[in-house]
């Protein structure tokens, strides 16, 4: 029989069965190591096979949730009754436990031992979540709910050299004014600083680019403090300033913005930069027409993200610009407010006006760093949509 010859009762592989006639069935079977003479088994199509997704969820999960819930909780409090124990975070502590315990055994009995691990990992991986959200949620809560009542008109265009300890009134303006000047200048100085660096770190890579690198990972884990202390070694006069907290928190700024735009500029494809050199273009005129363009959203994410690092910074500007009480508008002579070294002042003193006047500061300097935050994650996605990166 040749390859062109056909086989009685063997359709050809091209032809297809008439219209109006079922398909074939596939032939049967028999799976490798049966025994001889067993009966074929047919081949299982395509509808019978349903492979399930370890990480779906239905009702019988929901049901061994319940369960594990029920025999923790009942456990937990047997154990209580017998030792006469009344800590309530060790009890909690000590139910989560069991109660992941217990799930993993109702799972591993019911399913196999895989989807059980999954449902383990998943578990632990939402309780950490939710128990971080918490957290998270409940301290700023906590400061909304505790400096709300000062936010006003008055609080943020007045200072406190009008009013005494235990006056009503009084407000931040000073502080607000006191950390717009600090952080500004410290931004527009470091701004450049920082993208220079990782340019050279990314783009050209020479001889210096590791103890560059290192001192940069170095001054990431730099205590805060240290920056401050460090003005006094560099800066001829100990009289208090603006520009002195400006120049602490430089310090302070410029590892995280230098680390986040190397890794932002290597996002950008290289092949943009295999265009513009092989149409003669030189490098630099590659890095500043072609790359800084392409990850200027990206940029100014590192910038809106090193500024939220260093708005909040309390000891370096104690040491440098000490803090004040009333209005300075001259960073570059006599002590000058900022936010946290408002909250730092008056939160110490055993008085509930000026407590609460804290706790207005204190709401003002997160509402500073949430807005900082969700500008940076807008501008971001606004990047990626740009490049072609969706998430």
């Known amino acids: 029989m040749t390859l062109l010859e ?43 096979v349903s492979p399930r997704r370890l990480s779906a969820l239905g009702t019988d999960d929901l049901a061994e949730f319940a369960i594990a819930a029920f025999v923790a909780f009942h456990a937990v409090w047997f154990l209580r009754v017998l030792l006469d124990w009344d800590g309530i975070l060790g009890a909690a502590l000590l139910w989560y436990l069991a109660f992941v315990a217990v799930h993993f055994l109702i799972v591993s009995f019911r399913l196999t031992s895989a989807v059980a691990t999954d449902r383990l990992v998943t578990t632990c991986v939402w309780s950490v979540g939710v128990v971080v959200s918490g957290v998270l949620a409940w301290m700023v809560g906590y400061v909304v709910v505790k400096g709300a009542k000062l936010i006003s ?43 220079l660096t990782a340019v050279y770190l990314h783009e050209y890579d020479g001889k210096l680019a590791a103890p560059i690198r290192f ?41 995280p913005i230098t680390r986040a735009t190397e890794e932002i500029l290597r996002t ?10 092989a149409l003669g273009a030189p490098r630099w005129r590659v890095i500043m027409q072609v790359v800084l363009p392409t990850a200027r959203s990206g940029l100014l994410t590192a910038v809106l993200l090193g500024i ?56 003002l300097l997160v509402m500073f760093v949430l807005v900082l935050f969700a500008t940076a994650r807008v501008v971001s996605a ?10």
Do not use: C, Y
Request: glycine letters at 10%; aromatic letters at 4%; zero cysteines.
């Open 215 to 255: 001192v940069v990972d170095a001054l990431s884990g730099l205590p805060s403090i240290v920056a401050g202390l460090l003005m006094f070694t560099i800066w001829p006069s100990f009289e208090p300033s603006g520009v002195k907290a400006s120049a602490a928190l430089l310090v302070l700024m410029l590892p």
């Open 308 to 363: 939220a690092r260093a708005i909040g910074e309390t000891a370096p500007v104690i040491l440098t610009a000490l803090g004040s009480s009333v209005m300075n508008t001259n960073p570059l002579s006599g002590a000058q407010a900022s936010l946290p070294t408002f909250v730092w002042a008056l939160i110490r003193v055993p008085d509930k006006t000026q407590n609460d006047r804290a706790w207005g500061g204190a709401l």
């Open 382 to 391: 606004r990047g990626d949509r740009r490049l072609g990166r969706r998430r």
């Open 6 to 48: 056909r086989r009685p009762g063997h359709p050809a592989d091209d032809e297809t069965p008439p219209m109006g006639t079922a398909a074939p069935t596939p032939a049967p079977w028999s799976p490798p190591g049966s025994p001889p003479g067993s009966p074929p088994r047919p081949l299982p199509s395509a509808t019978q």
């Open 268 to 277: 950008v494809p290289d092949p943009l930069r295999e265009a513009s050199l």
């Open 153 to 195: 008109w008055s609080f943020l265009t007045q200072d406190l050299s009008t009013v005494g300890a235990l006056d009503a009134g009084g407000g931040a303006a000073h502080a607000l004014v006191g950390t717009i000047e600090q952080v500004g200048l410290a931004t527009v100085i470091v701004v450049p600083i920082a993208v």
